[in-house]
Each structure stands twice: as C-alpha cells, then as structure tokens.
C-alpha cells in the first residue's frame, strides 16, 4: 500500500558541489507545488542526530540557484555509521513527522541512506551531487560540468606561464579513483598528456612520451594528473622523476585542489539540478524508494541506488585515443 507523503527531508551530505543550491531549490518548490511540507537538515546525516533543521518554504530558497557551496552546509558524520546514531537520527525524524527523505550527495550519502531505509523502511530518493562523475546510473552528476569549466579555465592560465617560460608543468586535479575530470579538461585544455587512475600508462611511458614532445620542436607541456593516478605516489613524486630522467625540462607542479568545488553552477549544472530536483519529490510522492535520479541521453530516468553505488562508471575510452592523437 503507498505511504501518504506529507512532509518531506532533504539534506547535502559528503563533499559540496556546485548546483546543490539549485537542487535544494528544486525539491523545497517542488513540494511547495505539490502541496507537500519541507524540513531541511544542516550538516547532512549528523544534523538529522542533533535535530539541526529548519522548515523551507518556496520564498526560503530565493536567490540561491546561482550560488555555489549550500546553504544547508555540508559534513560526514562518523556518528550516523552507528546504529546508535542512526537510531537517534530517525527518533528525531518521527518527532517532525517526515515521512520520506531526499538526499544530495555522493556515494558515501547514498550507502547511508541504504543502510537507514534498510533499518526503519523510511521511504528514499537519492540526487547525484559530485563533482567526480563518478556514479553509475547517470551521464552527469551535478556539478561535474562546472568543475571542468573551472579547470580548463585554470589549465589556459597554466599554459600562458609555461609557455613564457619554457617549462613543464603537471597540474594536479581532483577526482580521486575516477579520472573524468582529468580526461576532460586534459582534452579541452590540450594537455601533452594525462595520467587517470584507470590507465596506468607507467613512468617509461611517461618519459617517452614527453621526449617525443621536446623532439617534435614542444617547449613547454601540460600534464593533467587526477589526484588517484597510481603511478607514483604523488604529483611531487613524478614531477621529481622526470627531473631527474629528463633534466632538460625545468618542470614546476601546481596543485588545483579545492578551489574546484567552489564557484556559482554553470547553467548546465543549474539545469540538471532543477530537473532531478523535481523528479525526486514526484518519485517519492509516487511511492518510488531506494532509488537515485538520473540523466541518460537528455532524459530523467530513476534506477536502483544500490547498483548505482555498486556499479562502475566507466571512461570514454574515445577521449583517451582522441587525446594521443591529438598530443603530436
């Protein structure tokens, strides 16, 4: 029997993405349409523990679809991986009367909200909220597009001091186990070359190919370097070894770090975030749970959280032969 929605939660956990602001929007005015009342969490699971909320209306999300970061915070709570915390957590719900959740994040708040729905049957709706691409059951997570945009950008500033000075530069990027951000932005930005956790190309390889770079008449190269790349231990690391092989090259390292979270949502990103937004309330409000939203081929589709989370995303392997033909 389908469970009457009428007040639904909605928290943004784990690392913050641009457009989660808009996503938060999308759902408080979805419901608002449907007539159905919305709570808010602050600092994601563990203000669900502490009772930290407040009641969102369509006027409370005014003016924040452009804004980066999100307005409810964001944290990882150690407390909700017990079953003490999760059970305070869902004491707490039931004292508001929240019949349904919907959750902004990534992986990590979506293996949360499979264990908690496993535990009190509280109906649940997960929307993609990282800038690594790195969930299955989605071409797009939110964010990811406004990541890339901020790196290229940050790569072309790169290459201007590279090429004054005729140096090497590796550009370290965010993306942890999953390479999306490096492969594209390598491609867009027209890096030399680019090292990916899922390809490991090797130091030799490495080597070569910058030789042939300096051979073919290059004097300054970009290398995009996703921050799980398994060839050295770190981009200090590999900047050290090719000095050491290669001490033509006068080679430099520049970390872009969390500078890529931040930042207002690219429109694509505001887009996506609105239209997964209300396909969350209207999935819960059809009785749909242990699910995540989805863009595939321009369209909103749900699919089943878990094989999500379980599931790989793989990389366009296209882009990886585009980018050494590319490289000459």
Avoid at 114 to 124: A, S
Avoid at 211 to 228: P, T
Wanted: proline letters at 2%; one cysteine or more.
């Amino acid at each position: 029997m389908k469970r009457k929605i009428k007040k639904i939660g909605v928290i943004t956990s784990g690392g913050d993405a641009p457009g989660m602001n808009a996503a938060l929007r999308a759902v408080v005015r979805a419901c608002s349409y449907y007539k159905v009342e919305c709570t808010g969490f602050y600092r994601g699971y563990q203000g669900m523990i502490e009772g930290d909320f407040i009641d969102l209306s369509a006027r409370s999300v005014k003016n924040i679809i452009g804004k980066g970061g999100t307005i409810l915070k964001s944290a990882r709570s150690d407390e909700f991986r017990t079953k003490a915390g999760r059970k305070k957590a869902y004491k707490n719900l039931k004292q508001l009367n929240i019949d349904a959740l919907v959750l902004i994040g990534g992986d990590g708040t979506f293996m949360g909200g499979v264990t908690f729905g496993k535990e009190y049957e509280i109906p649940f709706v997960g929307i993609p909220g990282t800038i690594d691409n790195d969930i299955a059951g989605t071409n797009f997570t939110i964010g990811y597009d406004t990541a890339l945009n901020t790196v290229v950008e940050s790569i072309d500033k790169v290459r201007d001091t590279a090429s004054s000075h005729n140096r090497l530069f590796f550009v370290e990027v965010m993306g942890r186990d999953a390479g999306f951000i490096a492969l594209n932005a390598g491609v867009g930005a027209g890096a030399e070359e680019i090292l990916l956790p899922e390809e490991d190309l090797g130091l030799d390889r490495l080597l070569e190919s910058l030789q042939k770079s300096k051979q073919r008449g290059k004097s300054s190269s970009i290398v995009v370097v996703s921050e799980g790349d398994k060839i050295g231990k770190n981009v200090f690391e590999l900047a050290e070894y090719v000095t050491d092989n290669l001490p033509e090259y006068e080679v430099r390292v520049s970390v872009l770090g969390h500078m890529q979270r931040g930042g207002s949502p690219s429109c694509f990103d505001r887009v996506l975030a609105s239209r997964m937004g209300v396909k969350a309330v209207e999935s819960v409000l059809e009785g749909e749970t242990d699910i995540m939203v989805g863009l595939i081929k321009d369209k909103i589709i749900i699919s089943n959280i878990e094989e999500a989370i379980k599931s790989s995303h793989d990389i366009n392997r296209e882009l990886l032969r585009i980018s050494d033909i590319l490289s000459v």
